[in-house]
């Protein structure tokens, strides 16, 4: 009794916290203390159907060295998805289109001058002697880094080339001591600095940058590996919101509405168990709006569907329970008997259910791509939370009341 006690005060503890954090949210928005420390009243990252963004066509282009192929174009697909992620970008979609075309799309992002430019560049280095003579690429590359001397406060990005590229580099510098070597970038050129002398370690710098985020993004774009082919943007262009803000307007009407049914019909017809159920159900939502602010997931309609059905399976674990419950009860048994012989005997119903569904949820995140990966993610953690909810917080709470011994009458618990 003391420990349920105690689990029970934990859980309403719990959910009055969450609840007042959410309540006060829009105020806490304003604070930059409260903010700080508040995790809920961030709001949740929403994808680019529900507040737009930048939708941007790459084409990939045949060269006499390199050709557009299958496997170049899952290369360039590779590179894309790196330098994207290092800008911490949430959630971009690339998808294929065709034999020779990627569709990036960004959330959040407003200038498709700026997506282009920062994060889908075609960063293509090279260093060319005087007669045109191409020594190194950013293929050579192993690494690039920014940094600022502390000495002349020169803002610098730190090259490293790998062994093949690093022979090749010191054979140019050997050949052309006394001569410029062009340091090229996209086609431009950014410095020709003169040999003084062989550079046998594979290092060089390339300077002249205004700022350390002028140098981090160049960097980046170096780091994450040469374009396997030649790639020219297509087409770039804002996404407006207006679609996406019409459609989550009603998807938190429906949601509204539909967990409102859900209150009602498991008060009415389960009775109390009905109102463990809902309490429960209210700390799930919590949890799991919780986790999708932690875990920074990237909101889309796919996703708002998949939390719904995650709700849909939260109930659908009480009524297997409460269903079993009552069968107990009709034959006899105590009510804390009754209890656990029920929870027992839905276990492996739940159990499976569950365990089909997020197995579902592993295979679309695993083979999917953008809102496909997010509606997993979003159900996944869904699934998990339900199973919390179901198994444990509404056991404690049904373990509670019948220790507490108020209420006895099995009509109460709808047998």
């Known amino acids: 009794m003391k420990w349920n006690k105690i689990m029970m005060l934990v859980c309403i503890v719990v959910v009055v916290a969450l609840a007042t954090v959410a309540a006060v949210a829009p105020v806490c928005q304003k604070s930059p203390y409260l903010g700080k420390y508040l995790p809920l009243v961030k709001d949740i990252t929403l994808g680019l159907d529900l507040q737009g963004g930048v939708h941007v066509v790459l084409e990939a282009r045949d060269t006499p060295e390199a050709k557009v192929t299958p496997d170049t174009m899952k290369q360039l697909m590779a590179v894309i998805q790196r330098r994207i992620d290092q800008f911490g970008v949430a959630e971009p979609v690339i998808q294929q289109q065709g034999r020779n075309r990627l569709i990036v799309e960004i959330a959040g992002r407003v200038d498709p001058e700026e997506a282009v430019r920062s994060m889908v560049k075609t960063a293509y280095l090279e260093f060319k002697t005087m007669d045109g003579k191409t020594v190194v690429t950013g293929a050579d590359l192993k690494d690039a880094i920014e940094s600022k001397d502390p000495a002349t406060g020169q803002i610098k990005v730190d090259l490293t080339f790998n062994a093949a590229g690093a022979r090749k580099f010191a054979d140019a510098t050997r050949a052309n001591v006394g001569k410029p070597i062009a340091i090229i970038l996209d086609g431009r050129v950014l410095q020709t600095p003169v040999v003084q002398e062989p550079i046998p370690n594979g290092k060089a710098q390339i300077t002249g940058y205004q700022s350390l985020e002028e140098a981090h993004n160049i960097a980046i774009l170096l780091r994450s590996g040469a374009l396997p082919v030649k790639v020219e943007v297509a087409e770039k262009r804002a996404v407006g919101p207006a679609l996406g803000s019409d459609s989550l307007a009603k998807s938190k009407h429906a949601g509204l509405v539909g967990v409102l049914a859900i209150l009602i019909f498991m008060l009415m017809y389960y009775r109390l168990p009905g109102l463990v159920a809902d309490f429960a159900l209210l700390i799930y939502a919590l949890i799991v709006l919780a986790i999708y602010v932690g875990l920074h997931v990237t909101m889309t309609l ?114």
Do not use: C, Q
């Open 302 to 415: 796919p996703g708002i569907a998949a939390f719904l059905l995650s709700l849909g399976i939260a109930v659908d674990a009480n009524v297997i329970i409460f269903e079993r419950l009552k069968e107990e009860l009709r034959t006899g048994k105590s009510l804390r008997s009754s209890i656990d012989a029920g929870f027992k005997r839905a276990f492996t119903a739940i159990f499976d259910s569950n365990a089909t569904t997020l197995i579902a949820a592993v295979v679309l995140y695993f083979f999917g791509t953008g809102p496909i990966r997010g509606f997993a993610i979003t159900l996944g953690v869904g699934i998990v939370a339900s199973m919390f909810t179901a198994i444990s917080v509404t056991r404690w709470l049904l373990h509670l009341i019948a220790a507490s011994g108020l209420v006895k009458n099995a009509k109460a618990y709808g047998a």
